[in-house]
């Protein structure tokens, strides 16, 4: 059993404006030092067999359901 | 004219769109998300709510559900279809309609009554208004701002893609003020206000949605 780690981010040119209210929210903490905060998601997906195929099968599920290609980008990588 | 409307886990607006239509003058069919039959309609409606809890993104899941094969299929062939809010975002995650909504940027779910611009009038769902006519219609969301490259909305300000377009104020952020756009045959429009809500005068705005449903049973008597 492997786990892979598909994480999901905004494209930098979309507003994300969740990441702008976490940014908003720091400094009232007393968190000064952070100039922006972008917010993505993380998906663990359990493989059971990991080969060349199933990685290529995590790819395409990250660009046709994890993933929305007009305003979110996506990497892939086997957790170590 | 049978116009379906579809209803998903987390619909909220399917009633009223059946009404709407009924209002109209048409014959409302009610449609299951989990069956891949269309029932033999001229034309099908997404309605608005909050499909499958909006998990993962606003329709992202809705897209894979059975009946929406039917509805690509369908659209491609040229029959109109009409997403309202959640139908719009479920409409632009199928690809029947580019670019994609996303949070409001203001960060807080906006209720108003809302006065757009009828930017083009020669769609499947907006042939009975005048281009440029103003209307009043409710709008209701969290997600509405549209987004899409530079390329991709310039390409619907050339093409006329803009159905209609928020005026006064831009309520969530959307690009141009962007509130519903169609593809390139007409056929498919997604907007994010709900004209449904705006059908009868003993309740909301008035009457400005109901030339939505009309305007489908004009287009369908227009091919038969």
Same mark, same amino acid.
């Given at each position: 059993m ?11 040119e979309i507003l ?6 976490? *940014? ?9 030092g ?9 998906f663990e ?7 060349g195929?199933a990685?290529?099968?995590? *790819? ?8 929305n290609?007009?305003?979110e980008?996506?990497?892939v990588r086997v957790?170590? | 004219?049978?116009i379906g409307?579809?209803?998903f886990p #987390?619909?909220?607006?399917d009633?009223?769109?059946?009404r709407a239509?009924?209002l109209?003058g048409?014959? =409302?069919?009610?449609?299951w ?5 269309l029932? #033999?309609v ?7 709510g909050?499909?499958?809890?909006d998990y ?14 039917e509805v690509v =299929?369908?659209a ?6 009409l ?14 309609? !580019? #670019?994609a909504l996303i ?8 209720c108003?009554?809302q006065v757009l611009?009828?930017?083009?009038s ?9 281009t ?9 969301n969290g997600e509405g #701002? ?6 991709t ?8 893609r ?7 104020v831009?309520?969530n952020g959307?690009?141009n003020g962007?509130?519903?756009i ?8 997604g ?6 809500h705006?059908v009868e005068?003993?309740?909301? !705005?008035g009457t ?14 227009a091919s038969?």
């Open positions: 492997a786990r892979v780690i598909v994480d999901v981010m905004p494209k930098p994300d404006p969740q990441g702008k209210a976490v *940014h908003g929210a720091l400094p009232r903490l007393g968190f000064t952070v100039s922006d905060v972008r917010q993505g998601k993380r997906l359990e493989i059971a067999v990991l080969d195929d990685i290529a099968e995590v *790819h395409r599920i990250a660009e046709t359901l994890l993933s290609p007009v305003i980008d996506y990497t957790d170590a | 004219m049978k409307v579809v209803t #987390g619909s909220l607006d009633v009223d769109a059946r239509v009924e109209a048409g014959e =409302a069919v009610a449609l998300h989990g069956d891949a039959d029932k #033999g001229d034309a099908v409606i997404l309605p608005g909050f499909s499958y809890g993962l993104r606003c329709g992202a899941i809705a897209r894979f559900a059975p009946v929406m094969g =299929a369908a491609d062939g040229g029959m109109p279809v997403g309202i809010c959640n139908g719009f975002q479920i409409l632009c995650e199928s690809h029947l309609l !580019p #670019g949070r409001n940027d203001h960060r807080t779910f906006v108003r009554d611009q009828v930017e083009n020669s769609t499947a769902w907006t042939n009975g208004y005048e440029g006519q103003q209307i009043t219609v409710p709008l209701k #701002g549209f987004v899409a490259d530079a390329a909305i310039a390409m619907l300000e050339a093409e006329g803009v159905v209609v377009r928020y005026v006064d831009n309520p959307s690009l962007i509130a519903g169609t593809n390139e045959r007409g056929n498919v429009v907007l994010m206000p709900h004209p449904e705006a005068d003993l309740c909301g !705005p400005d949605g109901l030339a939505f449903f009309s305007s489908a049973i004009t287009a369908l008597g038969a």
